[in-house]
Nanobody, 122 residues
Framework: QVQLIESGGGLVQAGGSLRLSCAAS????????LGWFRQAPGKEREFVAA????????YYADSAKGRFTISRDNARKTVYLQMNSVKPEDTAVYTC???????????????WGRGTQVTVSS
């Protein structure tokens, strides 16, 4: 059974930083692409960032470019999302996702976590 468990969400002031983590189990981690999606209240889920199986390629939504960084540690079976210069519009539930090979841009996943809330205060 595949499990993706997010952590690191919380309340942060605008302009601050936050690092999300996602620990995976039940899949051959080093062969899967990992990513982050988010959903704000009243809005559809949207892609944020993704990384391929080797870590050699990353994908970012325009809203995340220059502020967020995705990385992975295959030894720890964990993917991270470093969020800098956060804005109130980044407030959402952030969900970790896994897919064998990402489309370009990433739009869907095979496995999903349950999400972690990020709230940015102004």
């Amino acid at each position: 059974q595949v499990q993706l468990i997010e952590s690191g969400g919380g309340l942060v002031q605008a302009g601050g930083s936050l690092r999300l983590s996602c620990a995976a189990s039940g899949l051959t981690f080093s062969t899967y692409g990992l990513g982050w999606f988010r959903q704000a209240p009243g809005k559809e889920r949207e892609f944020v960032a993704a990384i391929n199986w080797s870590g050699g390629r990353t994908y970012y939504a325009d809203s995340a470019k220059g502020r967020f960084t995705i990385s992975r540690d295959n030894a720890r079976k964990t993917v991270y999302l470093q969020m800098n210069s956060v804005k109130p519009e980044d407030t959402a539930v952030y969900t970790c996702a896994a897919r064998w090979r990402w489309s370009d841009p990433p739009s869907d996943a095979e496995y999903w976590g349950r999400g972690t809330q990020v709230t940015v205060s102004s």
